[in-house]
């Protein structure tokens, strides 16, 4: 049951920062009242961040793990850091791609 409830957490998770990232013209008004990201830059930096949240919340469980606290369980820790590892696993991807955009532009002839 736990692991359901985390899964399904993990898969909202995912949908959400998916739906972000698609790239729809943004109106500046609506941007400010919403809150919504204004540029990729920032949108890469919450993509960023979020992924450092992840990988510190699951060094947080280890550790509390590994000193004993009973209020943290080995299905908690290990859901924890796979989450942060498919997390990591991503950005990187999505920063190899970025890369390699950015050579394929820079190969261009002009």
């Known amino acids: ?3 359901n409830i985390n899964m ?3 898969m909202l998770e995912m ?4 739906a972000q990232s698609q ?18 830059t920032e949108l890469l930096q919450q993509a ?5 949240e992840v990988q510190k919340e699951s060094g947080s469980l280890k550790k509390s ?5 009973p209020s943290v369980d080995l299905p908690q820790v290990m859901m924890a850091s796979q ?16 890369l ?4 394929d532009v820079m190969s261009m002839p002009v």
């Open 1 to 3: 049951m736990m692991n």
């Open 23 to 40: 790239m729809q013209p943004i109106d500046r008004k609506n941007a400010e009242v919403t809150g919504s990201p204004q540029n990729f």
């Open 48 to 52: 960023v961040s979020s992924v450092n």
């Open 65 to 69: 793990f590994e000193l004993g606290d």
């Open 100 to 103: 390699q955009a950015y050579k």
């Open 83 to 98: 989450k942060a590892g498919v997390a990591f696993e991503a950005m990187v991807q999505v920063r190899n791609k970025l």
């Open 8 to 10: 399904n957490k993990a």
């Open 15 to 18: 949908q959400r920062m998916a």
